[in-house]
């Protein structure tokens, strides 16, 4: 099994910033970490479908939804079994909570219990 603990959630004012972070753990059958996930964050707000924010391929290639492209960027580092999104210049629709993503290769998705993100004054 995967586990997915992400930390960082906080109450920012717009245009700050904010790192969060993901934690992974576990494996899938065979003994495959991280290095073999695709990796991503989600995002929902209230009200909302979760959508997603970012994504970043086994082999580090990425892609963001455009409305957050320039503004946020996701990293991986598989030594420390870590995944990241820096969150530049945020705005008020980026409040949400934010979902940590692995999609192992073989199949299979797991999720993160979510970190709190609120920007406000």
């Known amino acids: 099994q995967v586990q997915l603990v992400e930390s960082g959630g906080a109450l920012v004012q717009p245009g700050g910033s904010l790192r969060l972070s993901c934690a992974v753990s576990g494996s899938i059958a065979g003994g495959y970490g991280m290095e073999w996930y695709a990796m991503a964050w989600y995002r929902q707000a209230p009200g909302k479908q979760r959508e997603l924010v970012a994504g970043i391929s086994s082999s580090g290639k990425t892609n963001y939804d455009e409305s957050m492209k320039g503004r946020f960027t996701i990293s991986r580092d598989n030594a420390k079994k870590s995944v990241f999104l820096q969150m530049n210049n945020v705005k008020s629709e980026d409040s949400a909570v934010y979902y940590c993503?692995?999609?192992?290769?073989?199949?299979?998705?797991?999720w993160g219990q979510g970190t709190q993100v609120t920007v406000s004054p």
């Open positions: 993503n692995a999609a192992p290769v073989g199949g299979g998705i797991y």
